[in-house]
């Protein structure tokens, strides 16, 4: 077993303890509420998941999604030399289905998964300035199981991003794109479907600035290795086992995230290690990436090093539901990007360029026939995840161009597996034993029809 995961258990179960000691009661307590808990150890629990898109399912498999640079003149699309900003040209998000608080105060609210986050938090009446969302603001005074962290509190420290604020535990947390929020931590009752979890360790937030709701996300649903996420709560409560399987699907219809025993058992699974934290306020699932292939050759000018991690969340390589396409570290992008040119270029393929993307040929039925396959090699020599074309390339549509086919990658600072790349595969984590499975599967089959929230 993984030393760093299981301390981190450990803390976990721990630190809930200690927070029952250090509350603030709710001044309109009612003694009478019910005390449900989630089932301990060999329970299973599922949250619906939700998937949020900009692109559309073509009949052959393929996403199809708009072009955001409709205006380019006809003598640039062959310009080679022509970068794009390398920011995600799709919107892929999915998020959770929760049910929080009790009485009139409990509502259901879409929460978007945040692989790395490392506290829950959602908006909560007073937030200004607040972002749109589905549904009512959490109402703390409406529900009687609220309760507030008291600033005395052992959780209310770093490493976790918490600090006394008077007799209250606050929270501020900062993202990308100026994201801004701020608000006090409390305790909540959680439902997901027939199953409840007494006393949820959540932000409430009074202040949320630049945060992409989409005009549907309440707020967001940490997954990472912190005591106060979500998968870190549901684990000290017994279920170490999370999982779930991504599908290209409409919005007719809903996945799931599940836990424990409703984790499905899949014959095939290829397994590699979680690595262990190198910093106390790191929160992400980190793998060690080894080398790539495209189709049945490895690019032996991808080397292991380009994937070493290093202190401060710099380097290495991580599988996040919540990046929209995979990000791959700059030099190994350009010995990917320039592999997979090469192979079309002798195919004859049309060079074009699309606002976001690195790499773009004009779609035809005879480039079709010849894409190929990506692999991420990892450590262990069975561990091998296979990108299939239909999630390595996109259709990029152009009214002025017609459509292209675009490698679904952008070069970064750190090589981050994303959501598309993930489509049609089963991810399995185990958190006692630090380590991560996976399989392909059709992921459509573990769905359901979606149900209207409020």
Known sequence: MAMGIKNTLQCVVFLMALIMTHLIPPADADAGSPKVVMASSGAGSSFRLVAHHDYALRDDGFLQVQSRLDDLLPSEANVNTLRPPMASPI????????????????????????????????????????????????????????????????????????????????????????????????????????????????????????????????????MGKMPTSLVMQVAARGQTQFSYCLFSGGASRHGFLRFGADVPRRPGLRTTKILPALDAHESQYYVSLVGISLDAKRLTGVRPEMFARRHGGQGGCVIDPGTPLT??????????????????????AERMQRQGYGLCVRKTVEIKRHLQ???????????????????????????????????????GERTVIGALQQVDTRFVYDLKDAKLSFVSEPCSQDTAGVESTE
Request: with cysteine.
């Open 327 to 348: 990000v791959l570290v700059r030099e190994a992008y350009r010995v990917v990007e320039e592999a997979v040119w090469s192979d079309l270029r002798r195919n004859r």
């Open 91 to 222: 919107d892929m998000a999915f998020s959770v289905v929760v049910g929080l608080g009790s009485g009139k105060g409990r509502h259901d609210y879409n929460l978007k998964l945040d692989a790395s986050g490392s506290l829950v938090w959602l908006q909560c009446k007073p937030c200004n300035p607040k972002q749109p969302q589905r549904g009512p603001l959490f109402d703390p005074k409406a529900s009687s199981t609220f309760q507030q962290v008291a600033g005395t509190s052992q959780i209310c420290h770093p490493p976790y991003p918490m600090e006394p604020a008077g007799q209250q535990c606050s929270f501020h947390l900062s993202g990308e794109h100026g994201m801004s929020v701020h608000g006090f931590v409390a305790l909540e009752n959680l439902t997901m479907g027939p199953e409840s979890m007494k006393e949820l360790v959540f932000g409430c937030a009074h202040s949320t600035e630049h945060f992409n709701s989409q005009r549907t996300f309440a707020g967001v649903a940490a």
């Open 373 to 411: 396959s990506l692999s991420f090699h990892f450590a262990e020599e069975t561990a091998r995840l296979v990108v299939k074309p239909e999630q390595l390339f996109t259709v990029v549509e152009s009214k002025l161009h017609g459509a292209a086919l675009c490698l679904a990658m952008i070069p």
